[in-house]
């Protein structure tokens, strides 16, 4: 499995994420659609990369993760999710806000980490199996139509509007900037 430091879709990720909008849009996109961020974020990297991903593809990648999405990544976010919303501060279980706050911390990281299990093994999977087409890289506008062609296709498996053209996912982006 790929190293994060050396993987380009994961650096990329962290790099447009971190974007005033992206995270809220995504986020939107997860709870009211279903939508899987990493998937979301996969599609951007394409287009980005110059790759137009393919619906029969993009089903290949959705079900490659879709075991350890919902076992691990789904039920991590929604431990996380519960403590963040519960009232346990006056409960014998938890009586500190910074235990409780401490939980929370962890499981953002553990589920993070497992966020990293599912763009690795996208990553790993789209370097071994070559299944976009090609486009000229380069070109902003090149980009950002990637970009919508492959999150429209993503959005149309999941029975969603297009991506609206001032959509914060589609914005040129250079490359991230890797640790070594």
């Given at each position: 499995?790929?190293?994060?430091?050396?993987?380009?879709?994961?650096?990329?990720?962290?790099?447009?994420?971190?974007?005033?909008?992206?995270?809220?849009?995504?986020?939107?996109?997860?709870?009211?659609?279903?939508?899987?961020?990493?998937?979301?974020?996969?599609?951007?990297?394409?287009?980005?990369?110059?790759?137009?991903?393919?619906?029969?593809?993009?089903?290949?990648?959705?079900?490659?993760?879709?075991?350890?999405?919902?076992?691990?990544?789904?039920?991590?976010?929604?431990?996380?999710?519960?403590?963040?919303?519960?009232?346990?501060?006056?409960?014998?279980?938890?009586?500190?806000?910074?235990?409780?706050?401490e939980m929370i911390q962890s499981l953002q990281q553990v589920e993070l980490m497992a966020e990293q299990v599912v763009?690795?093994?996208?990553?790993?999977?789209?370097?071994?199996?070559?299944?976009?087409?090609?486009?000229?890289?380069?070109?902003?506008?090149?980009?950002?139509?990637?970009?919508?062609?492959?999150?429209?296709?993503?959005?149309?498996?999941?029975?969603?509007?297009?991506?609206?053209?001032?959509?914060?996912?589609?914005?040129?982006?250079?490359?991230?900037?890797?640790?070594?």
């Amino acid at each position: 499995m790929s190293d994060n430091q050396k993987n380009p879709f994961w650096q990329y990720s962290l790099a447009l994420y971190s974007r005033p909008k992206v995270a809220e849009c995504c986020l939107s996109y997860q709870d009211s659609d279903g939508a899987n961020v990493n998937l979301l974020l996969f599609c951007c990297w394409l287009g980005f990369s110059g790759q137009r991903l393919e619906p029969v593809a993009l089903e290949k990648a959705r079900l490659l993760i879709e075991e350890w999405d919902l076992q691990a990544v789904q039920k991590l976010r929604a431990v996380r999710r519960f403590l963040v919303s519960s009232q346990w501060g006056s409960s014998e279980m938890v009586k500190s806000d910074v235990i409780k706050s401490e939980m929370i911390q962890s499981l953002q990281q553990v589920e993070l980490m497992a966020e990293q299990v599912v763009q690795n093994t996208l990553y790993d999977w789209w370097l071994g199996d070559g299944f976009c087409h090609a486009y000229e890289h380069g070109a902003a506008l090149q980009t950002e139509r990637l970009q919508a062609a492959n999150l429209n296709t993503y959005l149309d498996m999941l029975g969603c509007q297009p991506i609206p053209t001032d959509s914060p996912l589609l914005c040129p982006l250079d490359e991230p900037q890797t640790s070594t």
